[in-house]
């Protein structure tokens, strides 16, 4: 069964030989057959909503709602037992790596933690990090990537106005003005970062107590949830024409 297509997950799956039956979305099997790999066979069976399926005994509820770490990554959840596997969402007693674990849909990766806790699982199958995941996990991390986005829509609000903007770029001739740029969106990235790290967070502990690599990796998120709002979402009249009031960035 492929969680999905990436290689970390299923690179050597071609071990198990030709005449292993395999299990994947459609969207997988056709990342798989665009970007051919002969360590990751294409899938022999595949799925677009929703399947069921018995091995071994044990029932298996295959699902998919939407691109979120990437297209084509699915939730397989074992009723009887209460485990769920959702890969590369939830990175059990850490953060994820950096940029949401190079997440491409960091909407679908908010939603996904929503997503998860829907299930009644007593185990999360996470797929990093070095152990099974609680209810507790998820909802300590899901707590974290709420900061950063409050704290992205503060710095989206009080820094991405016309006038901050220009002044990273005054005095720039043309072939710097993307260093101001670069400049302007650090320095929010600062701000998002330093009010994360800095809160105490609702069990009375800052996020580098609570969650391993929040230290290291906090930037990395600041930056990737700042430029998802700016980019997946609408906020303050960012994108409007005319005047589009005081948040309005021409």
């Keep these: 069964m492929y969680s999905h297509w990436h290689s970390d997950h299923i690179g050597a799956a071609s071990m198990f030989g030709p005449k292993v039956k395999i299990i994947a979305h ?5 990342l798989l057959a665009r970007f051919p790999d002969k360590y990751r066979p294409l899938p022999t ?16 509820e295959l699902s ?9 990554n699915i939730y ?24 949401a674990d190079f997440s491409e849909n960091i909407s ?10 829907s299930y009644d699982f007593k185990a999360l199958i996470g797929g990093h990090i070095t152990r099974w995941g609680t209810r ?12 950063l986005l ?22 720039m001739g043309r072939e710097h003005r993307l260093v101001g740029a670069e ?10 970062t330093d009010k994360t790290l800095s809160k105490v967070t609702s069990n009375g502990q800052l996020w580098q107590e609570r969650l391993a690599g929040a230290t290291p990796f906090a930037k990395y998120h600041a930056f990737t949830v700042m430029e998802s709002s700016r980019t997946e979402r609408t906020h303050h009249g960012y994108q409007r024409r005319g005047v589009g009031g005081p948040w309005y960035v021409v």
């Design 136 to 147: 507790e996990d998820v909802e300590t991390v899901r707590e974290y990537w709420h900061d």
């Design 64 to 72: 998919y709602k939407g691109a979120d770490h990437c297209p084509g």
């Design 108 to 117: 679908g990766f908010y939603q996904a933690h929503d997503d998860i806790l």
């Design 76 to 99: 397989v959840w074992a009723p009887k037992q209460k485990v769920l596997t959702k890969i590369d969402i939830v990175s059990p007693g850490s953060v994820a790596f950096m940029h």
């Design 150 to 171: 409050n704290f992205s829509g503060e710095a989206l609000k009080e820094m991405a106005s016309k006038d901050v903007l220009e002044g990273f770029h005054h005095g």
């Design 183 to 192: 400049n302007f969106m650090n320095s929010m990235v600062n701000y998002i």
């Design 26 to 30: 459609d969207i997988t099997r056709e």
């Design 45 to 60: 069976e595949t799925f677009d909503t929703d399947a069921t399926l018995e091995v071994g005994g044990t029932k298996l």
